[in-house]
């Protein structure tokens, strides 16, 4: 996808190279940052609303684990010095059991989010795509590239607002 992309910004910079000066001055351009555009729409917020919701328990249970393991830590300080060498190396392995845990259980539910954001955002691509075309047919734009291809753009040319008010436009649309 990103070569993708690459590849349409150099085609379209190269064309931009034949235009000669008088014409270059109609030539309409703006920038988006795709996913900013996406993150800031409505129907993002409620997936992420919902994917927060969804793994409350998990998450839960991590701060449960990371909290465990922070009172063990606080006890090992507290009480080293009352403590004997085996139960010092005990609660030493306790916690690093503890901390095996946290980093697992992390991962799993990180792997298991990013699987879920994929699932709820499928189909958005689509609604990007239709609405940066209804933003070239109103406002009459020639050119518009991912603000990633941009090495430096001024705030004139950046539509990325104007793209998410579409999406939610869009969205509210098919509700």
Do not use: C, W
Not at 13 to 22: D, G, K, V
Not at 28 to 52: C, H, T, Y
Not at 151 to 166: A, F, H, S, W
């Amino acid at each position: 996808m990103h070569i993708k992309q690459r590849i349409l910004t150099i085609l379209a910079i190269s064309m931009l190279a034949f235009i000669t000066p008088a014409a270059f001055a109609e030539v309409k351009i703006g920038v988006v940052d795709v996913q900013n555009a996406i993150l800031q729409s409505e129907q993002a917020k409620r997936l992420m609303q919902q994917i927060q919701d969804e793994f409350k328990g998990e998450q839960d249970a991590l701060l449960r684990i990371r909290t465990e393991g922070t009172a063990m830590v606080e006890r090992l300080t507290k009480d080293a010095d009352v403590m004997s060498d085996a139960e010092k190396r005990r609660l030493q392995q306790e916690i690093e059991s503890k901390n095996n845990d946290l980093v697992y259980e992390s991962k799993k539910l990180q792997r298991k989010i990013e699987e879920r954001q994929a699932e709820l955002f499928q189909g958005v691509d689509g609604k990007i795509q239709k609405a940066i075309e209804e933003l070239v047919l109103k406002e009459d734009f020639d050119l518009i590239l991912p603000r990633q291809a941009a090495l430096y753009t001024g705030d004139l040319y950046n539509i990325t607002r104007k793209v998410t008010e579409k999406l939610n436009e869009l969205d509210s649309a098919t509700r």
